[in-house]
Nanobody, 125 residues
Framework: VQLQASGGGPVQAGGSLRLSCTFS????????VAWFRQAPGKEREFVAA????????DYADSVKGRFTISRDPAGNTVSLQMNSLKPEDTAVYYC???????????????????WGQGTQVTVSS
């Protein structure tokens, strides 16, 4: 599975960005796609995840109500709509995917075997 993340850039606090994760080469219809982020000097952290077939979603507490993960029904793309952005959202955002994962493992970066290259999001105050 190959993943390509895009859509990052600079934005002012309170603004919005939409990230996209386009993937190819999947071998199973049932898989989970997630977004993680990593700020300078910090560990990679979970942002959101979606079960691609049943569209069940999960979010980190820090982004609930502001971010929305969704699946594009027309193609192999998972989007992350980010609203009300804050300076603390500044990070490199990565998309990741793997076969059917138990819900409790969705937030664990070690559970995912496939990663995109990352896209930088910079939120200025």
């Amino acid at each position: 599975v190959q993943l390509q993340a895009s859509g990052g850039g600079p934005v002012q606090a309170g603004g919005s960005l939409r990230l996209s994760c386009t993937f190819s080469g999947r071998t199973s219809w049932r898989f989970v796609v997630a977004w993680f982020r990593q700020a300078p000097g910090k560990e990679r952290e979970f942002v959101a995840a979606i079960d691609y077939s049943v569209r069940t979603t999960d979010y980190a507490d820090s982004v609930k109500g502001r971010f929305t993960i969704s699946r594009d029904p027309a193609g192999n793309t998972v989007s992350l709509q980010m609203n009300s952005l804050k300076p603390e959202d500044t990070a490199v955002y990565y998309c990741a995917a793997d076969g059917t994962l138990i819900r409790s493992s969705w937030s664990m970066s070690s559970a995912y075997g496939y990663w995109g290259q990352g896209t930088q999001v910079t939120v200025s105050s």
